[in-house]
Each structure stands twice: as structure tokens, then as C-alpha cells.
């Protein structure tokens, strides 16, 4: 099945700056990659997300780049606020159901 | 517009009793539907997910069961919990087999 590596674990920002998280899948069949961000006690919200005839997706601050030879697609969030601290997770898809990197934990310090 | 209610919200449970968590979909038919669940501090893990009624795959064999009376309905249940069922629930919905959309979940702690 798929496997979904994530990177780093954790992430401090100073506010203003860019973040970047990266993550690697396995299978090669995989065809979309959503991102997630989860703030403390919620539930995750769908921020953005990529299907495999894109290479880049752009939404105001947040872009997300995929490299499918490679099989590595990252989140790239620039000037980056308070509020952008949160746990994210990418995902690849794999048939009916996606598959979930292990998180990033963002603090953006003001 | 699509909107999905869990229920309870909180659940405190004593080890061994039983279990029924609630998730329902409103706004669109034949959804594809997860439970996922999420220990402290830690990623998503999912549990079941079904495609239709009746139909459920289940990812991880636990003591936890899962099914789908109705069309937008997703049960997940157990006989016997355990110390280690607690975390937060996660119901998800999705239409075109791609973007899902959570639940609020349901937090349990079992003592």
C-alpha cells in the first residue's frame, strides 16, 4: 500500500518568513495530494490540495509543488502569521482512501 | 452546501463497557465515508471506510467494528473498549473519492 513520509516533524518560523514542508509517497499510481491543517482541539480543514497533471497550485500565501517522477510534493506558505501555527498533513491518495503523513507541527513566532 | 454532525462530542467510558459513535452527512447522496482515529499529539489513523451501504473495509483489526444502516449514516462501535481506544474520532466525507472533509469528532477517554 501507500506510504506517505513527512518533513520535519516540527517547524519554528519567526513571522514574516516562508515554511516549508516536504513529503514523499511510494506509489507511483497516486494521483492527488491534499493538505491539511489542524489547529489545537479542531478538526483538519482540506487547505489546498494538487492533482497529478499540475506541477505547482497557488492559493494567496499557501502553494503546493509536485514532483511525480521524484514522488515528492511540498507546502510552501510565505509571510507567514500567527495563526499559521498548526499541525499540517499531506496526503496521497490510494483508490478510495487517502493516505496520511505523520504531521507537522508549525509555530510561527511573532 | 454538505454538512457532517458527530455525536457526542466528549465521551468519558470505563474499560470493558461499550461503544456507539455517530456520524451523519447531510447534502449530497451516495458518499464515501471514514472513520479515523487520532491519538494525542499524533497523525490520522484510519480505521474503516465504505463506499456504499453495507459496504465496510476495515484497515486495522482492532476491537472496534464500523457499519452503514443508511445511505449517510456511519456507526462506529465496540463491545469491549480498551485503554488504548482513547483519541479523537474523526468522521470524513467524500464525494469523488478525493477531498475529504472532517467531522467535528468525538473525544473519548477511557478510564
Known amino acids: 500500500g501507500e506510504n506517505v513520509e513527512q518533513h520535519p516533524s516540527t517547524l519554528s518560523v519567526q513571522e514574516g518568513d516562508s515554511a516549508v514542508i516536504k513529503c514523499t509517497y511510494s506509489?507511483?499510481?497516486?494521483?492527488?495530494f491534499p493538505w491539511y491543517k489542524q489547529e489545537l482541539g479542531k478538526r483538519p480543514q482540506l487547505i489546498i490540495d494538487i492533482r497529478s497533471n499540475v506541477g505547482e497550485k497557488k492559493d494567496q500565501r499557501i502553494a503546493v509543488t509536485l514532483n511525480k517522477t521524484a514522488k515528492h510534493f511540498s507546502l510552501h506558505i510565505t509571510e507567514t502569521q500567527p495563526e499559521d501555527s498548526a499541525v499540517y498533513f499531506c496526503a496521497a491518495q490510494e483508490g478510495n482512501k487517502l493516505t496520511f503523513g505523520g504531521g507537522t507541527r508549525v509555530l510561527v513566532k511573532p | 452546501s454538505q454538512t457532517i454532525h458527530q455525536w457526542p462530542a466528549t465521551l468519558v467510558q470505563p474499560v470493558g463497557s461499550p461503544l456507539s459513535l455517530e456520524c451523519t452527512v447531510e447534502g449530497t447522496s451516495n458518499p464515501n465515508l471514514y472513520w479515523y482515529r487520532q491519538a494525542a499529539g499524533r497523525g490520522l489513523q484510519l480505521l474503516f471506510y465504505?463506499?456504499?451501504?453495507?459496504?465496510i473495509s476495515s484497515e486495522v483489526p482492532q476491537n472496534l467494528s464500523a457499519s452503514r444502516p443508511q445511505d449517510r449514516q456511519f456507526i462506529l462501535s465496540s463491545k469491549k473498549l480498551l485503554l488504548s481506544d482513547s483519541g479523537f474520532y474523526l468522521c470524513?466525507?467524500?464525494?469523488?473519492?478525493?477531498?475529504?472533509?472532517f467531522g467535528p469528532g468525538t473525544r473519548l477517554l477511557v478510564l
Open positions: 470524513a466525507w467524500s464525494v469523488r473519492r478525493t477531498d475529504q472533509y
Open positions: 506509489d507511483s499510481a497516486s494521483n492527488y
Open positions: 465504505s463506499v456504499g451501504i453495507g459496504q
